[in-house]
């Protein structure tokens, strides 16, 4: 009986284990895998009365590429970066938007490690933080400015004053938020956003848009 109710249970499972079960559902390629958080923690301690590990840090992860390039999260995010170019040849996308259904998915660290990687490659690369709801680019950067996205597209002020360059991170430049909307919905997809983007096209490489 057990061994018949183990059957059962595999040919009722339905759930999505690998990238071979996501390209079965959805009839589009797997660009690249990215592993749990758990690739960029510390080595295991095995002293007594210590933590086996320690909690990972968000700037560890949003910035892998950047603080430990020779980690798996790392190194599947220039997988990633490699993959996307490729996807369109000979013309890679110029402009890229990472989205997510639930939060927590890892949506910032994954552009933000985007964006890194392809500044790495001497591209001009900006960063928009178009997460109105839940904004991380401009903390995790450490960016100061209050203007921001938000502020472009009402007009409140230019793209110069909010458009911010990364310390340390040669060819990266950053456009947080900005001061929360009401509408961010009607923003993002309001034709002064299209025309903003066919701004940004001329004066970066790629953008990258969280």
């Not at 590990?53 to 980690?71: C, D, E, H, W």
């Not at 910032?108 to 500044?119: C, D, E, G």
Request: charged letters at 15%.
């Amino acid at each position: 009986l057990g061994i018949t109710l183990a059957f059962v249970q595999e040919g009722l499972d339905n759930s999505v284990k690998n990238a071979e079960d996501v390209e079965r559902l959805v009839p589009l390629p797997t660009l690249a895998v990215i592993p749990s958080a758990d690739s960029v923690l510390p080595q295991t301690s095995w002293i007594p009365g210590r933590n086996r590990r320690s909690a990972p840090q968000n700037g560890s992860i949003a910035l892998a590429v950047f603080k430990r390039p020779a980690s798996a999260l790392a190194e599947s995010c220039r997988s990633l970066c490699t993959s996307v170019l490729h996807s369109t040849a000979p013309r890679p996308p110029q402009v890229l938007l990472l989205t997510s259904t639930p939060p927590g998915d890892g949506k910032t660290s994954i552009s933000l490690n985007l964006a890194l990687t392809l500044a790495q490659r001497n591209n001009s690369v900006l960063l928009v933080d178009g997460d109105f709801r839940k904004p991380g680019i401009g903390s995790l950067l450490g960016l100061t400015a209050k203007e921001g996205l938000s502020d472009v597209l009402t007009g409140s002020c230019g793209l110069e004053p909010a458009v911010q360059r990364v310390p340390a991170i040669p060819n990266l430049w950053a456009l947080p938020v900005g001061p929360r909307p009401p509408n961010p919905a009607e923003l993002l997809s309001s034709l002064t956003m299209q025309n903003l983007l066919s701004d940004l096209r001329g004066r970066f490489d790629y953008v990258v848009i969280d």
